[in-house]
């Protein structure tokens, strides 16, 4: 478990003899422990060409190594790292909902997600996915009455969606139209009660001075979030 003290030797090791397999067994492990991504990607290569891992093992690696590679440069607020990495990300890897998601989100978190807003569409569009659908939500477009009128289409086929009615709330409200914010919300939490849905929806009343019934609906939002929590501990508990 002395992995800097093991990096030392294996990499004198690799210096030596740089297609050994066990060798690059050990380098690839150490770089996962020191969390040392950026070598670990480098590795990729001779992990495959000496046939180090399986394909599936090294599809799973590559995912993992681009994942912490995007969390790095969201954290450093990297954009240009961010859309480089993107480029450079095999197709196979680019597509896992899981990565899609993390590049997605960090592009949106550095006030960049109007440049991701077509991509984020076509992968929808591709492959419905909730977490894809509410960072969509959160795009700052330089488009609002396209962005909208998009999510609405989607309606066609997902039109008991909650996630896609709260969404389409909240792009409503934001163009403040109120009318269809407030029908949007309510039917997304008639199908499906969320603390997000209260929440917009007391948003929303909030913002036509109506103070009472956003005190209810931060209420019941409130309700379902220490309900969620309760059922969380007492399973957690068994």
């Known amino acids: 478990q002395q992995f800097e003290d093991a990096l030392e030797t294996l990499t004198r090791l690799h210096s030596i ?6 060798v690059l067994r050990l380098l690839h492990l150490t770089y996962q422990h020191l969390g040392d991504w950026q070598a670990l990607r480098s ?3 001779s992990l495959d060409t000496q046939k180090v891992l399986l394909e599936a093992e090294l599809k799973l690696l590559e995912a993992e190594v681009f994942s912490n590679l995007l969390k ?10 961010l859309q480089t990495l993107w ?11 899981g990565v ?29 996915n909730e977490t894809l659908l509410v960072l969509f939500g959160n795009v700052q477009s330089v488009d609002p009455v396209l962005q909208l009128e998009t999510a609405e289409r989607w309606l066609i086929g997902h039109a008991n969606d909650a996630v896609l009615l709260m969404v389409l709330g909240k792009l409503s409200g934001q163009r ?30 909030l913002n036509q001075g109506d103070a009472n019934s956003a005190s209810e609906c931060y209420k019941l939002g409130l309700e379902l979030a220490a309900g969620a929590l309760v059922n969380q501990i007492e399973t957690s508990a068994v």
């Open 43 to 45: 590795l990729i290569p």
């Open 17 to 22: 003899n740089n297609k050994h397999a066990n």
């Open 72 to 81: 790095q440069a969201a954290e450093q607020k990297d954009r240009q790292a």
């Open 100 to 128: 899609a998601a993390i590049y997605f989100a960090a592009m949106i978190d550095v006030g960049a997600g109007a440049s991701v807003e077509d991509e984020l569409v076509k992968a929808l569009s591709a492959n419905w």
């Open 176 to 205: 403040a139209d109120y009318a269809k914010a407030q029908r949007y919300l309510q039917q997304s939490i008639a199908i499906e009660p969320s603390v997000q849905g209260y929440r917009l929806l007391g948003d929303l009343a």
């Open 87 to 97: 480029v450079e990300m095999p197709l196979p890897i680019k597509v896992m909902r």
